[in-house]
């Protein structure tokens, strides 16, 4: 069973301090990590991307993917109450269609 | 452009009708997905078109569940003999092609709940 794992939260971060947001999967083969964001009520939607072992930046976001120990993070500095939302990583399990979402860890950035 | 658009947005059926729910995907994108979410859950994959084929339908769950999709388009999920735990929050999304790699473009979802 292809599994993707994350702490369910709420974690709670002040304004303006970085936000870590950590996702476990099993399939050593996977080969694409994305990170979508959803607000309450709505649907969600893509923040990053990331193939490659190491960092990727973009803005305030950076995804770290450590395919060794199958593990992909996202990072968000000067978190901002707007970041308040559900994080859900999703994993591509090589040479299949199929996307696997974890549950997602919820995010409160305190004002 | 356009992005992906479902409907109804909301449903509310009694317990054993049968109801539809529509995809219309981002033009040109020949990769298309179903999934649910029930409330405070992640979500759970369906089914998956390449074109107008389900190469997989393993994720839906029971056969009251089928779905099609013509002209490599539009995609419909039918539910028939609903059932109060089939209330959830029914997500389309699209891609470009059949990498893998791709992006998935997520629509508004329409919310079903059985009476």
């Known amino acids: 069973q292809k599994e993707v794992e994350q702490n369910s939260g709420p974690l709670s971060v002040p304004e303006g301090a970085i936000a870590s947001l950590n996702c476990t999967y099993s399939?050593?083969?996977?080969?694409?990590f994305f990170w979508y964001r959803q607000y309450s009520g709505k649907s969600p939607e893509l923040i990053m991307s990331?193939?490659?072992?190491g960092d990727k930046e973009d803005g305030r976001f950076t995804a770290q993917l450590n395919k060794a120990s199958q593990y992909v993070s996202l990072l968000i500095r000067d978190s901002q109450p707007s970041d308040s939302a559900t994080y859900l990583c999703?994993?591509?399990?090589?040479?299949?269609?199929?996307?696997?979402f974890g549950t997602g860890t919820r995010l409160k950035v305190l004002a | 452009g356009a992005g992906v658009s479902q409907s109804p947005s909301n449903k509310v059926t009694e317990k054993g009708k049968d109801v539809e729910l529509r995809c219309d995907p981002i033009?040109?994108?020949?990769?298309l997905y179903w999934y649910r979410q029930s409330l405070g859950q992640g979500l759970e994959f369906l089914i998956y078109?390449?074109?107008?084929?389900?190469?997989?339908k393993s994720g839906l769950p029971s056969d009251r569940f089928s779905a099609e999709r013509t002209g490599g388009s539009v995609s419909t999920l039918t539910i028939q003999r609903t059932q109060q735990e089939d209330s959830a929050v029914y997500l389309c999304?699209?891609?470009?092609?059949?990498?893998?790699?791709?992006?998935?473009?997520f629509g508004p979802g329409t919310r079903l709940l059985v009476l």
């Open positions: 999304a699209s891609s470009p092609s059949q990498a893998g790699q791709e992006t998935q473009y």
């Open positions: 399939d050593r083969g996977s080969q694409s």
């Open positions: 990331i193939y490659s072992n």
């Open positions: 999703a994993v591509n399990f090589s040479g299949t269609y199929k996307y696997i």
């Open positions: 033009s040109g994108h020949t990769a």
């Open positions: 078109f390449q074109g107008n084929s389900a190469p997989d």
